[in-house]
């Protein structure tokens, strides 16, 4: 049984499309994570600032998940 060039086309495009969602969903995980700990620093410098630090962090983590997707 032969292997068909279609079938290993569209194996390679199948493997290629999961390693780029992989890569962008590993990339938005970190920019997350990086936001958050900017946001618990800074509210530990400065706890009185806790409410505008918490809606700067929303904005930020809603900006990197819809550059995801």
Known sequence: ???????VQLAGA???GGLALGGGAIGA???DGLAGS????????????QGRLFSIFLLTVGLVEAMYF
């Open 29 to 31: 995980a970190v920019g």
């Open 14 to 16: 199948f493997v290629g």
């Open 38 to 49: 900017a946001t618990i620093a800074g509210v530990a410098r400065q706890p009185e600032a």
């Open 1 to 7: 049984m032969a292997i068909s060039n279609h079938a």
